[in-house]
């Protein structure tokens, strides 16, 4: 048996089947994501890096599909957005792409106290309450004292309503983060009914998944954008492939301040990893 080697220092069997989806995620036919599952397994050896399968899986992949030699993996560039205000923003647009009316950055008053809320979102006859939670490091789970802060909110703003404090009758309290969620923050959330959306959370639903279906790619999934480039197009609302893609260049160099040739250069390649 070959063990991998994860990033928390801990080991697994290495698992052929998870190299083959995750292929698939990289827009791989089935036939390919076997024939690149095959040479993966061929090189693995006991105590490759998780890191060294994805440098693998992206070194192979990308001689049948170019635009990968422009990007990074989902997980980690996701965890390079600025997390206030750009992830913010992120998790809104993600959800208006799947129907919700997004309000931002609302203050609601409960019964007890104000409360700052990251995002609303409302899709009859659902009213959510959502905590943003972001980590800069992939890794770190999300714990159980941000579903205990997102519980006591959703409680207080519900019993706001009732005491005619504010407008909006919420239904339920929401967490997404862009970690995986920790198993006593799992038995929490079920056990108070607080929905949630992180890394592989819920396992057939989880951000992942929802990203990849609407190819929601955020803006660092290009490779070697610096921290400085990032900022210049998260402060003029450039936080996703998509925005980048459909901007004039001219227009965007006058915004940013960036070189009409680096302009360029990121939206041609936003361009190919969208397949547009």
Same mark, same amino acid.
Not at 11 to 27: A, I, M, N, S, W
């Given at each position: 048996m070959v063990y991998v080697?994860?990033?928390?220092?801990? /080991?697994q069997g290495f698992d052929r089947e998870k190299v083959f989806r995750t292929c698939l995620r990289l827009h791989a036919t089935p036939e390919r994501a076997q024939q690149v599952a095959d040479k993966v397994e061929e090189k693995a050896y006991d105590g490759i890096s998780t890191k060294k399968i994805l440098h693998l899986i992206f070194h192979y992949l990308s001689k049948h599909e170019?635009?990968?030699? !422009?990007? $990074?993996?989902?997980r980690e560039a996701v965890s390079k957005?600025?997390? /206030?205000?750009? &992830? *913010? $923003? &992120?998790?809104?647009?993600?959800?208006? *792409? !799947?129907?919700y009316r997004v309000l931002m950055n609302q203050i609601i008053s409960g019964r007890c106290v104000d409360h700052e809320i990251d995002v609303i979102a409302v899709k009859d006859p659902e009213v959510m309450y959502v905590e943003v939670k972001h980590h800069r490091e992939q890794h770190t789970y999300t714990g159980l004292d941000i579903f205990l802060k997102a519980n006591s909110t959703y409680e207080d703003l519900k019993s706001g309503y009732g005491k005619g404090n504010n407008m909006l009758e919420f239904t339920r309290g929401m967490v997404v983060c862009n970690t995986k969620v920790s198993d006593l923050a799992m038995r929490y959330a079920k056990c108070q009914g607080i929905g949630h959306i992180g890394w592989r959370a819920p396992e057939d639903r989880g951000l992942e998944q929802m990203i990849e279906e609407k190819k929601m790619y955020p803006v660092t999934i290009l490779k070697e954008l610096s921290p400085t480039v990032e900022a210049k197009l998260g402060d003029v609302g450039i936080i996703i492939l998509k925005q980048l893609a459909v901007k004039d260049v001219k227009e965007l160099a006058k915004s940013t301040g960036l070189p009409r040739d680096v302009i360029w250069e990121l939206v041609a390649k936003a361009k190919d990893i969208l397949r547009l």
């Amino acid at each position: 048996m070959v063990y991998v080697t994860k990033a928390d220092g801990s /080991k697994q069997g290495f698992d052929r089947e998870k190299v083959f989806r995750t292929c698939l995620r990289l827009h791989a036919t089935p036939e390919r994501a076997q024939q690149v599952a095959d040479k993966v397994e061929e090189k693995a050896y006991d105590g490759i890096s998780t890191k060294k399968i994805l440098h693998l899986i992206f070194h192979y992949l990308s001689k049948h599909e170019p635009e990968l030699k !422009y990007q $990074i993996d989902l997980r980690e560039a996701v965890s390079k957005l600025r997390s /206030k205000p750009d &992830f *913010e $923003i &992120f998790v809104g647009m993600l959800l208006q *792409e !799947y129907g919700y009316r997004v309000l931002m950055n609302q203050i609601i008053s409960g019964r007890c106290v104000d409360h700052e809320i990251d995002v609303i979102a409302v899709k009859d006859p659902e009213v959510m309450y959502v905590e943003v939670k972001h980590h800069r490091e992939q890794h770190t789970y999300t714990g159980l004292d941000i579903f205990l802060k997102a519980n006591s909110t959703y409680e207080d703003l519900k019993s706001g309503y009732g005491k005619g404090n504010n407008m909006l009758e919420f239904t339920r309290g929401m967490v997404v983060c862009n970690t995986k969620v920790s198993d006593l923050a799992m038995r929490y959330a079920k056990c108070q009914g607080i929905g949630h959306i992180g890394w592989r959370a819920p396992e057939d639903r989880g951000l992942e998944q929802m990203i990849e279906e609407k190819k929601m790619y955020p803006v660092t999934i290009l490779k070697e954008l610096s921290p400085t480039v990032e900022a210049k197009l998260g402060d003029v609302g450039i936080i996703i492939l998509k925005q980048l893609a459909v901007k004039d260049v001219k227009e965007l160099a006058k915004s940013t301040g960036l070189p009409r040739d680096v302009i360029w250069e990121l939206v041609a390649k936003a361009k190919d990893i969208l397949r547009l």
